[in-house]
């Protein structure tokens, strides 16, 4: 039964995977396509064996490590993604690391890895196949917060096999970030992992701006343990990325329960495991100016979880004596929420922006009417289509600048019954569901973009 679903399972795979450069072709004589696999392999010195001994792990026994790894790495080169992002890589074991790095080299990839700071063991790992991408740079960006956590950049420009271009003024080029942010161990480290979203893209802005980089594609891959209801998902639609799964599958942004990819050592199963998008014709918000409505979205939140009303709310933030409120009041009111006055709460500089951004006419307090346009005002993403096909970019007018783009073909997670919000009991290879999405090119006039 389990060679069964084994050999379905690999064959409905390698659909959207290696053969789906081919498939398109036959669909679609314009243009071949890129996939993207993102997956939390789950390192052995956190994979629990035992349960009635939590510290009984999966790295004390090789056998058993590496055994499931090599199932991993036959998935994956049977996949033969041309893009592959790993979370939780143990980079502590150097025969672990020499399996992958020959492995996948043989395969045809170039990789990346990238050890979490402080010797933690784990890590992450980036390769892309080198068919179809050059590699222009790679960096590494060390949070050095409370998490210990980590990210990847790599820049890469199609390569020749996507020939239709080659001798165009299109460029090609795509920004590809692979990471983990921390598990919310409680409400206070949620800040945590939107901060550690802030710092990625500040450095993915200041890269592209040392390097004078004109706008192009952005991939965001990893594990980023939060689900579409959380702060990070707002934060990040409000910059203009689109979940591809989501995106692939037509669900909008409430659509929450429709699917899951991970189940955490609580036994809670939720959609954590992203791929985000973001095309260079996208509308996008000051970064600094998004960041703002994140953490005063976490505010409002915090305060209607307490019951309280926007008038309510008002009167926890206001003076007293009086019908405004100041800044002592505003950061007691950050200490009660427990937004500050911890190692990982927002730093000084932090609050200064934020009350920049709340006090609109500049007169060292906040009325009523500042509080509900900044801080209790809705924030939510707009609902845009995200599903625009690549005709719609189409320009006749060759003397045009282009740009690359992506639409999204299809999206895939295994195990299939994560797709309908379910955790199989017998699936064994790692506590998350591995997510693949094809991505077609498409081309972008110059004119779109907001620069």
Same mark, same amino acid.
């Given at each position: 039964?389990?060679?069964?679903?084994?050999?379905?399972?690999?064959?409905?795979?390698?659909?959207?995977? !290696?053969?789906?450069?081919?498939?398109?072709?036959?669909?679609?004589?314009?243009?071949?396509?890129?996939?993207?696999?993102?997956?939390?392999?789950?390192?052995?010195?956190?994979?629990?064996?035992?349960?009635?001994?939590?510290?009984?792990?999966?790295?004390?026994?090789?056998?058993?490590?590496?055994?499931?790894?090599?199932?991993?790495?036959?998935?994956?080169?049977?996949?033969?993604?041309?893009?592959?992002?790993?979370?939780?890589?143990?980079?502590?074991?150097?025969?672990?690391?020499?399996?992958?790095?020959?492995?996948?080299?043989?395969?045809?990839?170039?990789?990346?890895?990238?050890?979490?700071?402080?010797?933690?063991?784990?890590?992450?790992?980036?390769?892309?196949?080198?068919?179809?991408?050059?590699?222009?740079?790679?960096?590494?960006?060390?949070?050095?917060?409370?998490?210990?956590?980590?990210?990847?950049?790599?820049?890469?420009?199609?390569?020749?096999?996507?020939?239709?271009?080659?001798?165009?003024?299109?460029?090609?080029?795509?920004?590809?970030?692979?990471?983990?942010? #921390?598990?919310?161990?409680?409400?206070?480290?949620? #800040?945590?992992?939107?901060?550690?979203?802030?710092?990625?893209? %500040?450095?993915?802005?200041?890269?592209?701006?040392?390097?004078?980089?004109?706008?192009?594609?952005?991939?965001?891959?990893?594990?980023?343990?939060?689900?579409?209801?959380?702060?990070?998902?707002?934060?990040?639609?409000?910059?203009?990325?689109? !979940?591809?799964?989501?995106?692939?599958?037509?669900?909008?942004?409430?659509?929450?329960?429709?699917?899951?990819?991970?189940?955490?050592?609580?036994?809670?199963?939720?959609?954590?495991?992203?791929?985000?998008?973001?095309?260079?014709?996208?509308?996008?918000?000051?970064?600094?100016?998004?960041?703002?409505?994140?953490?005063?979205?976490?505010?409002?939140?915090?305060?209607?979880?307490?019951?309280?009303?926007?008038?309510?709310?008002?009167?926890?933030?206001?003076?007293?004596?009086?019908?405004?409120?100041?800044?002592?009041?505003?950061?007691?009111?950050?200490? %009660?929420?427990?937004?500050?006055?911890?190692?990982?709460?927002?730093?000084?500089?932090?609050?200064?922006?934020?009350? #920049?951004?709340?006090?609109?006419?500049?007169?060292?307090?906040?009325?009523?009417?500042?509080?509900?346009?900044?801080?209790?005002?809705?924030?939510?993403?707009?609902?845009?289509?995200?599903?625009?096909?690549?005709?719609?970019?189409? !320009?006749?007018?060759?003397?045009?600048?282009?740009?690359?783009?992506?639409?999204?073909?299809?999206?895939? #997670?295994?195990?299939?019954?994560?797709?309908?919000?379910?955790?199989?009991?017998?699936?064994?290879?790692?506590?998350?569901?591995?997510?693949?999405?094809?991505?077609?090119?498409?081309?972008?006039?110059? !004119?779109?973009?907001?620069?």
């Amino acid at each position: 039964m389990r060679t069964d679903r084994w050999a379905k399972s690999m064959g409905r795979i390698s659909r959207i995977g !290696s053969l789906a450069i081919s498939s398109s072709i036959k669909e679609n004589q314009q243009q071949p396509c890129i996939t993207c696999t993102t997956f939390n392999i789950l390192a052995p010195i956190y994979k629990r064996i035992n349960h009635q001994d939590p510290s009984c792990r999966e790295s004390d026994y090789r056998a058993y490590w590496l055994a499931r790894n090599h199932r991993i790495l036959d998935w994956l080169i049977n996949e033969k993604s041309s893009i592959i992002c790993l979370q939780e890589f143990w980079v502590g074991n150097e025969e672990l690391v020499n399996l992958y790095e020959n492995t996948l080299g043989e395969a045809g990839y170039v990789s990346f890895k990238l050890g979490r700071t402080n010797n933690r063991g784990d890590g992450l790992l980036i390769a892309v196949q080198k068919e179809y991408f050059n590699i222009l740079n790679y960096k590494e960006l060390h949070f050095n917060d409370f998490g210990d956590r980590v990210a990847q950049l790599l820049h890469v420009e199609l390569a020749s096999t996507f020939s239709q271009w080659r001798n165009s003024n299109i460029r090609q080029e795509i920004l590809i970030v692979n990471t983990h942010l #921390l598990f919310p161990h409680d409400s206070t480290l949620s #800040l945590v992992r939107l901060q550690q979203v802030y710092k990625i893209l %500040q450095y993915v802005e200041s890269y592209q701006n040392d390097f004078q980089l004109k706008p192009m594609p952005i991939m965001l891959c990893g594990d980023w343990n939060g689900s579409k209801r959380g702060h990070v998902y707002k934060f990040l639609r409000s910059q203009g990325f689109v !979940s591809s799964y989501d995106t692939a599958h037509h669900y909008t942004d409430a659509d929450a329960h429709k699917w899951v990819s991970h189940r955490n050592h609580r036994g809670n199963i939720c959609a954590v495991d992203f791929i985000w998008l973001l095309n260079p014709d996208k509308y996008r918000k000051l970064l600094k100016a998004s960041w703002s409505e994140a953490v005063f979205g976490m505010f409002k939140y915090l305060l209607r979880r307490a019951s309280l009303t926007e008038s309510d709310a008002f009167a926890f933030l206001k003076a007293e004596n009086e019908d405004c409120i100041t800044y002592s009041g505003f950061c007691e009111a950050l200490r %009660q929420l427990s937004l500050i006055g911890h190692c990982h709460g927002l730093s000084d500089e932090e609050i200064k922006d934020l009350w #920049l951004q709340a006090d609109v006419d500049g007169n060292g307090v906040l009325d009523y009417k500042e509080f509900l346009q900044q801080i209790w005002s809705s924030t939510t993403p707009d609902q845009i289509d995200d599903n625009r096909n690549e005709e719609q970019y189409d !320009s006749s007018n060759d003397s045009q600048e282009q740009t690359i783009g992506f639409s999204v073909k299809n999206a895939v #997670l295994f195990p299939p019954e994560v797709e309908k919000g379910r955790w199989p009991e017998d699936y064994s290879l790692s506590d998350h569901a591995r997510l693949t999405v094809v991505f077609s090119p498409i081309r972008i006039p110059c !004119s779109r973009l907001i620069c």
